[in-house]
T-cell receptor, first 111, second 113 residues
Framework: GQQVMQIPQYQHVQEGEDFTTYCNSSTTLSNIQWYKQRPGGHPVFLIQLVKSGEVKKQKRLTFQFGEAKKNSSLHITATQTTDVGTYFCAGSGGSNYKLTFGKGTLLTVNP | DVKVTQSSRYLVKRTGEKVFLECVQDMDHENMFWYRQDPGLGLRLIYFSYDVKMKEKGDIPEGYSVSREKKERFSLILESASTNQTSMYLC????????????FGNGTRLTVT
């Protein structure tokens, strides 16, 4: 079945440093979604990418979808303490609308 | 705003008990999902439903069943709870037959003793 790998599992940064998490799929994806889960909270949708090579920005967050639609990344510039949480990618392929989640990257930020 | 409501935030049950986890959404979404979340394992799909009375197995359906008698309600059933079903259970809903975003409930922390 479809597998989505996400690295790193953990990342600790100093406030102001950049952060990147990477997502790789074993199969071509029709779309990829990114979610953020604050400590003690539930996952909240951030963005969806559907086109090959697509790049989207949300303030300090930059999301990319690879040319082959098998990988994606989330980059945060100049992290803040409010960025703390677990970031998940989730992908689906072809006519199967079922989303498969990566295991997530837990980001902690030292003020 | 979409609201997905899970009936209990915390639940403690004994091994062998039948457990019902209830989820209700208020945005007329066609799709509903049950995930479990465990440390180091991320979110794993148990069951999902695209329509009333319709259900499909996810990646880890063993030991679980579901019921969707009404569009807004999706129930997860543990026929005979076991300790390895201790977990955080997350319900989600989404719109239509598309890759639309998931809206999650706050989760139910189930402990089976």
């Amino acid at each position: 079945g479809q597998q989505v790998m996400q690295i790193p599992q953990y990342q600790h940064v100093q406030e102001g440093e950049d952060f990147t998490t990477y997502c790789n799929s074993s199969t071509t994806l029709s779309n990829i979604q990114w979610y953020k889960q604050r400590p003690g909270g539930h996952p909240v949708f951030l963005i969806q990418l559907v086109k090959s090579g697509e790049v989207k920005k949300q303030k300090r967050l930059t999301f990319q979808f690879g040319e082959a639609k098998k990988n994606s990344s989330l980059h945060i510039t100049a992290t803040q303490t409010t960025d703390v949480g677990t970031y998940f990618c989730a992908g689906s392929g072809g006519s199967n609308y079922k989303l498969t989640f990566g295991k997530g990257t837990l980001l902690t930020v030292n003020p | 705003d979409v609201k997905v409501t899970q009936s209990s935030r915390y639940l403690v049950k004994r091994t062998g008990e039948k457990v019902f986890l209830e989820c209700v959404q208020d945005m007329d979404h066609e799709n509903m999902f049950w995930y479990r979340q465990d440390p180091g394992l991320g979110l794993r799909l148990i069951y999902f439903s695209y329509d009333v009375k319709m259900k499909e197995k996810g990646d880890i359906p063993e030991g679980y069943s579901v019921s969707r008698e009404k569009k807004e309600r999706f129930s997860l059933i543990l026929e005979s709870a076991s300790t390895n079903q201790t977990s955080m259970y997350l319900c989600a809903s989404s719109r239509g037959r598309t890759n639309s975003p998931l809206h999650f409930g706050n989760g139910t922390r189930l402990t089976v003793t």
